[in-house]
């Protein structure tokens, strides 16, 4: 999919360098020919109406049009591309020219390449004469005029002129996370197609079909991408000998396709070059064996240099061992390769549950993530995952405790579980690889979806047969059929953090139609046991009248009735709560329909509970949910304060002012997500929340009346995503408490023990900071009894903190920890040194305990809860200073430093060496010129290891002016790339900056220019 060249000055040739293409060949071609052309192929030519039924591999579920032509008009065969044959199941018809409509069905799609093919019933065509369209990939020449013929724009038939100008143009690459052509070369021209022309016929004077229209560059509109006919020739030579053989029906045509699952580039057909290594598909034949930057010389002792030679050996030799003879940084080396079959890694079939498509992970797909073929992956959540927040294109690890390495797997995980179940599922995600993530999935109460079904593509008849893939005895699977009325016409997918977004600003989703069902509502509410309505009182022990705030009687005794339903926000409240039932009433806004799926989290109780939608007003907009009270047990009333406090800051002017507020959360958990660029953002961090919103730009501090300092009243920055590559930078302001400020404050005064600084002439001793280098989030202790947490350690919890009523588990360990091999993405921890914890000042407490120690190495034990099991580790913390970054080096324009903490904190450091990290690049530098970007590792120079800031220095010393560097790179996605760059001393010499602590002031040395030669 990317073929773009490693070559020097590459984008140059791709603009200039036409004699690097085979020679023009002149066209003496009349109007009259053209003319006699198109009449001749327009016929053959059909419009295409494709229904992709589910999503699968690449492709969502939808419609849409595209283009086809006849190759075989006796055999009823069809040519298109592959994105329009679709990999999974898909329903099509073709319309010819005259209007006759007949049904289509796929008999074959590349499993890497941008084609594929139709078959059609010949004697359903009975009023038009049409001919085939002879293929002839050795016609294609640059200069030669073309035209293409298809469904443009939507229109039925449409002809666009062009002149095929590249033949060697990297293939079109289309999305991060889709179908992208690989391993070959594209045709070009200034064709101007549109959509709709997928798969039209790119036909010469005489008629022939010379390449298959692809696709269009999106930031040129008159761009068009052709695919070369060779490899389509090959495969319809099959089909035409699998057909013959067969009288009666289509049979099952096996196309060989070989691969060892790398991705190379290459040169053009008439330029002297060679194949090189781009990426290597982990846990397939060549990993482990070959690495980016290789140069393949030699397969079974032939010279290749082509991808077609290439591609042709491994399609003739699956099965079979290979020999392969590459160098590496001028080494020889050779390798004894298995060629695997290209369509076992490609999946051919998927299951259906609850709405979601999940199927083993494919070669094209483990080629965009950088994970290896076959593990369980998400095409498509549907309901049951997508309602516990599983993003599509997710890779399913474990499942109820159970670990996942296949589909298998989780199908047998399934058939144990029962209707209701609620289990925990770790997933990752191609975009935060290195983090698992852990969700509860909540099985189907109701029937709203068939039973687990297997659907398996049969070619023969072009379609997906279902079966019933759990046992008859299967828990899940139930005899009693539920009745609701319109049932399930279509499901809302859209993503849990477009719920999240709404809620944060307190507007009401839209609600699903009538016809859609399952509509997912979480109620919270505070309630007091055994009691009706105007029973219900705040049992609170303490003295209210002190520490309530501005809260009037009303708002005390009211509180416990208020539920919250979020998902579809709205606001509810206990009507009624015996021994024998709980209703609660709420607007018919939040609750739409009866065929909701509703959970109950009962903020006095630490217990998640479904609730059942017993009665919705046929008039009125209201709508009553029944719960169990009997699953609640005893009640422990949740404290709610409030506190007058002053927001003190300056305005533009200068002029102190100070507004009145009151706090709603003195203890609110901050979460911010990373950037698309790691920088520097909050974790771990409890703030302080008004109820009055000052916005984003006036900060200060909070005080009480007497004018003490209670927090900072600080900004914070985050990033919205909209989409998958848009995002925008946003801020927002609460209160840090001075807890975490003063003990800092108190090491600087009393006298630190870490390294000195230099402040108004005076070196002073700086505090070092320790820290557990964990990232936590807060979990509810309702959620954390559906993970399996005891009761026992649920009562301690909420004892020791019955205002959080939570419980701290792990989000992720910064890579290079202490805690990194111990703690796993999910754990709870439950107590430090014995002692229930509950938030984050509890664990900076316990790290600041040890620093009364002495001890370096001191740890903390902690008692964790890990997949079922409860037990002690311990802990090793880090010592961290408040300097930052005080080093970087500007190389050939691109800036390096040890990895900042932002990039730690997404859980991947390489193997090969990591203390030279790309932060940034300069505009007009060899990094931009040769495309060394950030986010990036350099891990070796010229073959040399560069595990450091030291060694690289020493390294790129030894360079001179002008000469060419190879560089070895690892991304932060892991991905490794190996590329060459042309060092410029004159305009980009090597220096470095150097924060000097004796004199507080940066330095900046010259390591190497032209000027001064080796300065260090």
Not at 214 to 239: D, I
Not at 723 to 728: A, T, Y
């Amino acid at each position: 999919m990317e073929n773009s060249s490693e070559r020097p000055e590459s984008e140059m040739k791709d603009e200039l360098s036409l004699e690097i293409d085979p020679p023009l060949k002149e066209s003496h071609a009349t109007a009259e020919d053209w003319r006699k052309a198109l009449h001749k192929v327009v016929p053959a030519v059909v419009v295409l109406r494709t229904t992709a039924c589910r999503a699968f591999d690449t492709e969502s579920a939808g419609s849409g049009y595209a283009t086809g032509f006849v190759v075989d008009k006796r055999r009823g065969i069809i040519l298109t591309n592959r994105h329009v044959v679709k990999p999974g199941p898909v329903a099509a018809e073709a319309m010819f020219v005259n209007r006759e409509e007949i049904p289509v069905y796929p008999i074959y799609r590349d499993p890497v390449h941008d084609f594929g093919f139709f078959r059609y019933d010949p004697a359903a065509i009975q009023f038009l004469s049409y001919e085939e369209i002879p293929l002839a990939p050795e016609a294609a020449c640059v200069g030669l005029e073309i035209r293409v013929v298809g469904n443009d724009s939507g229109e039925k038939i449409s002809i666009l002129a062009g002149t095929l100008a590249r033949l060697d143009r990297d293939a079109p690459h289309y999305k991060k996370d889709g179908y992208n052509d690989f391993n070959t070369f594209y045709m070009q021209a200034a064709s101007g197609t549109k959509g709709g022309s997928s798969g039209s016929p790119v036909i010469d004077w005489q008629g022939r079909a010379v390449a298959l229209n692809a696709g269009g560059k999106k930031s040129s509109s008159s761009s068009a991408f052709f695919f070369p006919l060779e490899r389509v020739v090959r495969a319809l030579n099959f089909l035409q000998k699998g057909r013959d053989s067969c009288q009666d029906k289509w049979e099952v045509v096996i196309i060989p396709r070989g691969t060892v699952q790398l991705v190379r580039h290459a040169s053009p057909l008439t330029e002297t070059g060679m194949l090189v290594v781009d990426s290597v598909v982990p846990g397939g034949p060549s990993c482990k064996h070959m690495e980016p930057g290789d140069v393949l010389v030699r397969m079974n002792g032939e010279v290749i240099t082509q991808f077609l030679k290439i591609e042709t050996l491994l399609d003739n030799s699956v099965g079979q061992n290979v020999e392969l003879e590459f160098e590496r940084g001028g080494t020889s080396l050779t390798v004894q390769l298995v060629v695997e079959d290209l369509h076992s890694i490609t999946p051919n079939y998927f299951l259906e549950v609850s709405g979601a498509v999940i199927h083993p992970l494919s070669y094209q797909q483990a080629r965009n993530f950088r994970f290896r073929c076959g593990l369980v992956y998400v095409s498509e959540p549907g309901y049951m995952l997508y309602r516990a927040g599983v993003p599509r294109h997710a890779i399913i690890k474990r499942l109820a405790d159970e670990d996942i390495s296949n589909l298998e797997d989780f199908i047998n995980v399934l058939s144990k579980l029962s209707r209701g179940a609620r289990v925990p599922l770790v997933y990752i995600n191609y975009n935060d690889r290195h983090r698992r993530k852990s969700v509860l999935v909540t099985v189907d109460i109701h029937e709203w979806y068939a039973s687990p079904q297997i659907y398996t593509r049969d070619d023969g008849s072009g379609i997906w047969i279902g079966k019933p893939t759990l046992p008859p005895n299967s828990q899940l699977i139930s005899s009693a059929v539920i009745q609701v009325g319109n049932g399930v016409a279509s499901m809302d997918t859209s993503t849990s953090e477009h719920f999240q977004e709404e809620s944060n600003n307190g507007t009401k989703n839209s609600r699903l139609g009538e016809e859609d069902a399952s509509a997912d509502s979480i109620v919270t509410a505070e309630v007091e046991d055994s009691t009706s309505p105007g029973d219900i009182v705040l049992s609170d022990d303490h003295d209210t009248s002190a520490n309530s705030g501005n809260a009037s009687v009303a708002e005390r005794v009211i509180e416990p009735t208020l539920v919250m339903l979020t998902h579809f926000v709205g606001t509810g409240v206990i009507i009624y709560h015996s021994e024998e039932m709980g209703l609660v009433a709420v607007d018919r806004n939040t609750v739409a329909i009866s065929a909701s799926d509703i959970m109950i989290s009962f903020a006095a109780f630490p217990i998640e509970i479904p609730g059942e939608a017993v009665f919705l007003h046929p008039v009125h907009n209201y709508a009553i949910i029944a719960y169990d009270p009997s699953a609640l047990g005893p009640a422990e009333p949740a404290l709610r304060r409030g506190e007058s406090v002053y927001l003190v800051g300056l305005s533009r002017s200068l002029q102190a002012t100070s507004r009145k507020s009151i706090v709603t959360n003195p203890c609110a958990a901050l979460q911010i997500s990373s950037a698309e660029s790691p920088r520097y953002r909050e974790t771990n961090m409890e703030v302080i929340e008004l109820d009055t919103d000052f916005g984003s730009s006036f900060s200060g501090v909070l005080t009480d009346e007497h004018g003490r300092v209670k927090a900072i009243w600080a900004s914070f920055s985050f990033q919205l995503k909209y989409g998958l590559n848009s995002s925008q930078d946003h801020q927002c302001v609460r209160g840090i408490p001075v807890h975490s400020v003063s003990q800092v404050l108190d090491k600087i005064i009393s006298g630190a023990k870490g390294p000195s600084r230099l402040i108004n002439g005076i070196k002073r001793p700086m505090p070092l900071v320790r820290v557990l280098e964990v990232e936590f989030n807060c979990t509810l202790l309702s959620k954390a009894r559906s993970f399996g947490l005891s009761n026992n350690w649920i009562q301690a919890l909420a004892k020791k903190d019955p205002v959080r009523r939570q419980v701290l588990q792990v989000n992720g360990c910064l890579a290079g920890s202490k805690a990194e091999n111990l703690l796993e993405q999910g754990d709870m921890v439950l107590a430090i040194n014995k002692k229930p914890v509950t938030c984050f000042n509890d664990l900076e407490d316990a790290c600041h305990a040890l620093d009364m120690h002495d001890d370096m190495d001191a740890k903390l034990e902690l008692t964790i809860f890990r997949q079922g099991r409860e037990m002690e580790i311990c802990v090793g913390t880090d010592e961290r200073d408040g300097n930052g970054t005080t080093r970087v080096i500007n190389w050939c324009g691109c800036f390096v430093q040890d990895p900042h903490p932002a990039v730690r904190a997404l859980g991947f450091l390489p193997q090969e060496g990591h203390g030279v990290y790309v932060t940034r690049w300069s505009t007009g530098s060899p990094v931009h010129r040769y495309g060394l970007y950030p986010h990036r590792w350099i891990v070796e120079v010229n073959g040399k290891p560069t595990p450091d800031l030291d060694a690289f220095v020493n390294v790129t010393k030894e360079i001179e002016d002008g000469e060419f560097v190879r560089v070895r790179t690892v991304h932060l996605n892991g991905k490794p790339q190996v590329l060459t760059l042309k060092q410029d001393l004159h305009y980009w010499p090597t220096w470095e900056l150097c924060f000097d602590p004796e004199t507080a002031i940066w330095h900046r040395k010259t390591i190497k220019s032209i000027e001064t030669g080796d300065s260090l």
